[in-house]
């Protein structure tokens, strides 16, 4: 090989040598070696029309289709750097790649030709990179960076892996790594310049069970693809048919189980198994190949022998070489590895060692790189041990943990973020912890994910997503990693399997902005739970909405917490009937998922029921995040008659307490009982309570949520309330409340003014939607407690009070004498009832319930 040889000389000796041969296949359609030539130079002839500069890079979007795959063919076998960019990758991302470069965007557009970026033809200053592909990773710093591949890397790297994936002229490559990753492109390379027919898949656009049927259809000799995705061919029907008769299955990307290679085997005894280790950095790095007859090691598999042509020294912390069997951190050395970087426009050199240098005999210079990697080299074999620095692999992408909390950081109403990889089940796993601004309302956890998605590649949005009321840090400042909580582990992924949840799946991933790769890894299965996955009150308005739009289905408010999951919203659609006692009870899922009937008849008697009384205009789902924190209880939750079916809204305080108390007896004849009050409902709470005192029963605890004493509920209070210790308090008197009808008739036209008593007086009757009729509600609910006299309560009450909350805590000392602590903590008023908050009001009101010290 000759050091002024290029890729586009390889591939052009290539067509002279097979141009009769089958080199590519996209789909249905499939190109010989003389085509492709012919298609690829028409490409280059359109390319040198707008770009006349060889040595301008050249950035192509690539999504998987000809129309893109062969103008990045083109671009790779011209003089002009490659910068392939997949169709993921979001603008900000593309748009910060091509000011760093100067680089030109080819795009094609169907019937047109060529369709460059705006201003593509008046070429900016760029640096001159000097290069075949300017491969993109991820800085410290959250920047993208850029690896600078010479020719001399991909043509030793081609020449290597045609020898370690027995890739000959005329072998059937099936390729199912994307192409603009290290991994797909040195897949794409190797068969080119091989004389092998390329066919290449995409499962994220047809699904792992297109695949796998496009398999069995075809029978190639080697398939090349992520451990991840060959995770899911593995579980999908009728992979062992598909993989039979295949000589060669190869993965790259991140260490694999020996597991998932035995279970290979089970389905196709006769296949040579490989894993190949590398990185954008050092090409090929280590091979580690299994025939049908040699024995798989115990847990992941070591990166394996060393490739041809690398040196690799293990160094301790000073970079001093450490003996053979010793860790430390690795270190590459070989004429064949990148030339460098591309940092903020400034080109960075590897450090140069001569020729010939340690151990690595060729005529060229030799040059350096320390991967960032752990581990230890005995005789030719190289075991990989982790990142020593924050960058890991995430489903086979190379991933700067940097760039995301720079994204989550930037994401509305987060004030600090940190995110760090976790193991969990053999795979490494990606979550953020992210808190608001002290005084903010934290924001919903499908909004901070669907934020993180707008900045990175879906691969390196975060699997979960933690909500804090801060994070915790050490005594210098730093956030304190060891004190950072578990997240709430989702369950293993089961594909969606009806109709309806295959349609139901990305309705949930698009509201709660969870992408998928097309291989079911980080996409929604069939036992994803929607509240688990952050969806609120809000978001669950939206996603009935869309129901109804898809399927013709309308369903009640309380659907999505009654029956969370994709399957069994999905029956509950199927079904096209609501479950909801009189639109009043919602069953609401605890912590150990009691499956609680609508029968009242059919209720565990073993397990303690907790009666949830929702506030004014509010549905009782929003008690759902609290319901899943308290273990050991059911919890049924009771909104106003009225606001989820058609039905008379009650007058009063009293009536609705009337109401309650029948639906509290239906599913719990005789107490004790325990109450759970947000607002209004921790008044609703106590009349209840006084009506079945009065029957001759016992109540255990009342605890309320953020009740507000202040405002309507002052105004017919017949008791005095003392004067406030605290200075920011408001101590409005009853005299200072202001009636609305009075204050509305003050800033209302007399239009308006009727039209909203219209409103309240056919409310519960007439359909709107869930926002008007939470708002009417809510009116209702404050004209009510207008009405209202508000006698102490007797009995045992906790109080939990929001941040917010004006009313003096010693009010409570004569609203309920007997009360077992008033508690304030962080969150506003429907803050406390939702993350980061709700942890702590679920600890408060265990702590009430089961009668620890509160």
């Not at 973020?417 to 053999?426: C, K, M």
């Not at 903010?440 to 879906?458: D, K, L, M």
């Not at 609203?815 to 908050?837: C, E, K, T, Y």
């Amino acid at each position: 090989m000759k050091n002024a040889e290029r890729l586009g000389d390889r591939f052009a000796a290539a067509v002279a040598a097979h141009a009769d041969r089958s080199a590519l296949r996209i789909g249905d359609r499939c190109w010989g070696y003389r085509e492709l030539d012919d298609e690829l130079s028409g490409h280059r002839l359109t390319l040198d029309e707008i770009c006349a500069d060889p040595d301008r890079p050249v950035a192509v979007v690539v999504d998987g289709t000809a129309a893109t795959f062969l103008p990045m063919l083109a671009v790779l076998f011209s003089r002009h750097p490659l910068i392939p960019l997949d169709a993921a990758s979001p603008q900000s991302r593309v748009s910060t790649i091509l000011t760093d470069t100067g680089a030109l965007l080819w795009r094609t557009a169907p019937g047109t030709g060529a369709d460059t970026a705006p201003g593509a033809e008046s070429a900016p200053g760029y640096p001159r990179v000097d290069c075949a592909v300017l491969a993109y990773t991820s800085g410290s710093t959250g920047t993208p960076k850029a690896v600078r591949q010479g020719d001399e890397l991909w043509l030793h790297q081609a020449t290597e892996l045609a020898h370690e994936l027995g890739i000959v002229p005329g072998s059937v490559v099936a390729q199912a790594l994307p192409a603009t990753f290290g991994g797909g492109l040195d897949v794409t390379v190797t068969a080119l310049l091989a004389g092998a027919l390329l066919w290449t898949l995409d499962p994220r656009i047809d699904g792992v069970g297109d695949l796998v049927a496009e398999l069995r259809g075809r029978r190639p000799q080697s398939l090349h693809l992520s451990p991840a995705l060959l995770r899911a061919v593995l579980d999908t029907a009728g992979a062992g048919e598909a993989l039979s008769g295949i000589d060669l299955v190869a993965t790259c990307g991140e260490a694999l189980d020996a597991v998932e290679v035995d279970r290979l085997r089970a389905l196709t005894p006769e296949v040579t198994f490989v894993n190949r280790s590398g990185s954008s950095e050092t090409g090929n790095l280590a091979f580690n190949s299994f025939p049908p007859d040699r024995e798989l090691p115990t847990g992941t598999l070591p990166a394996g022998r060393i490739a041809a042509g690398k040196h690799i020294r293990v160094l301790d912390e000073h970079g001093t070489p450490l003996p053979d069997g010793a860790v430390g951190a690795i270190e590459v050395r070989s004429p064949h590895l990148a030339r460098g970087y591309l940092c903020d426009g400034e080109l960075v050199d590897f450090a140069t060692h001569g020729t010939g240098d340690q151990g690595v005999p060729t005529a060229l210079p030799v040059r350096s790189h320390r991967t960032g990697d752990m581990g230890r080299v005995v005789g030719d074999r190289l075991t990989l041990l982790g990142r020593s620095d924050d960058t890991v692999k995430i489903r086979g992408y190379r991933v700067d943990i940097g760039e995301v909390t720079a994204a989550a950081r930037a994401a509305d109403g987060v004030g600090d973020a940190v995110v760090i990889a976790r193991e969990s089940a053999g795979r490494t796993e990606l979550v953020a912890y992210v808190a608001p601004p002290r005084t903010a309302r934290a924001p919903a956890i499908a909004t901070v994910r669907t934020a993180i998605g707008r900045a990175v590649p879906s691969w390196m949005v975060p699997t979960h997503i933690v909500l804090l009321p801060e994070l915790p840090r050490n005594e210098r400042g730093k956030v304190d990693r060891g004190a950072l909580p578990a997240p709430r582990r989702r369950p293993a992924y089961m594909p969606p399997a009806t109709g309806t949840e295959k349609l139901l799946a990305p309705i949930y991933a698009d509201l709660l902005g969870i992408g998928t790769d097309g291989i079911g890894a980080g996409g929604i299965g069939a036992d994803d739970d929607f509240v688990a996955l952050g969806g609120d009150s809000l978001t669950a308005v939206t996603l009935l909405r869309r129901v109804e739009e898809t399927f013709g289905v309308s369903l009640p408010p309380s659907a999505p917490i009654t029956d969370p999951t994709v399957r069994d919203l999905a029956a509950r659609i199927d079904a096209g009937a609501p479950m909801s006692a009189d639109g009043v009870v919602v069953h609401l899922r605890g912590t150990d998922d009691v499956a609680a009937s609508n029968d009242p008849g059919g209720s565990p008697a073993h397990t303690p029921i907790v009666f949830a009384f929702a506030g004014a205009g509010e549905s009782a789902l929003a008690f759902a995040p609290l319901a899943r924190r308290l273990s050991g209880y059911r919890v049924i939750g009771l909104h106003a008659h009225g606001l989820e079916n058609r039905g008379i809204p009650d007058p009063t305080i009293r009536r609705a307490a009337r109401r309650f108390a029948g639906h509290v007896r239906r599913f719990c004849p005789h107490g004790p009982y325990r109450f759970v009050g947000h607002s209004l409902g921790g008044v609703i709470a106590m009349e209840v309570a006084r009506i079945l005192i009065d029957d001759g029963e016992v109540i255990e605890h009342i605890v309320c949520l953020d009740t507000v004493l202040t405002g309507p509920l002052q105004r017919r209070l017949p008791v005095h309330l003392p004067a406030s210790t605290d200075d920011t308090a408001d101590t409005a008197t009853g005299s200072d409340v202001v009636d609305p009808e009075q204050a509305a008739a003050e800033h209302c036209s007399t239009w308006e003014l009727w039209r909203t008593r219209v409103a309240l007086l056919t409310a519960g009757w007439w359909p709107r939607p869930a926002d008007a009729q939470w708002s009417l509600f809510h009116e209702l609910g404050r004209r009510s407690a207008l009405l209202h006299r508000l006698h102490p309560w007797p009995g045992p009450v906790t109080v939990v009070l929001a941040e917010d909350n004006p009313d003096p805590g010693e009010w409570w000392d004569v609203i309920a004498p007997d009360h077992q602590g008033v508690h304030r903590i962080s969150g506003d008023h429907n803050g406390i009832l939702r993350a980061p908050h709700v942890d702590a009001t679920a600890e408060i009101v265990t702590d009430a319930l089961t009668g620890a010290n509160v």
